[in-house]
């Protein structure tokens, strides 16, 4: 993938990454109104690292920031858009959809198919 799309999807990627910090930081600190009493960002990406906090969060968030963190790190390794099962590169409408996802559309539906077939 060209330099400037990879660019592109670690930018959505880090802004998402906050914005759900910040949210899940709204829901341990039981904050609900204002931003005055937010902690920098500084701040915020020392919370990530901290692991009370990351258990203290709800499954949904902590689930997805780690999603999020492996696919900055795929970006990062170069292996981002690059899908797991087939090696395919995946979509980049699909990416732009779900830049999380680790599988092309097609292996995306065989997986579903499979669980599917297995009643999960
Ligand atoms: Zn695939």
């Known amino acids: 993938m060209e330099e400037k799309k990879l660019e592109y999807f670690r930018e959505m990627l880090k802004e998402r990454f906050q914005e759900l910090l910040a949210e899940a930081e709204k829901t341990v600190t039981g904050m609900t109104t ?5 902690p920098d960002p500084t701040d915020r990406a ?3 690292s901290d692991r009370n906090f990351m258990l203290r969060i709800r499954d949904r968030e902590r689930k997805l920031l780690s999603k999020i963190s492996s696919a900055l790190e795929r970006i990062d390794a170069g292996e981002f858009g690059i899908c797991e099962m087939c090696g395919d590169e995946i979509g980049e409408e699909r990416l732009k959809a779900r830049p999380v996802t680790t ?3 097609s292996c995306k539906k065989k997986q579903e198919a499979v669980e599917k077939a297995r009643g999960l």
């Open 34 to 38: 204002g931003n005055e009493n937010y």
């Open 46 to 48: 020392s919370l990530e």
């Open 103 to 105: 599988y092309c559309i």
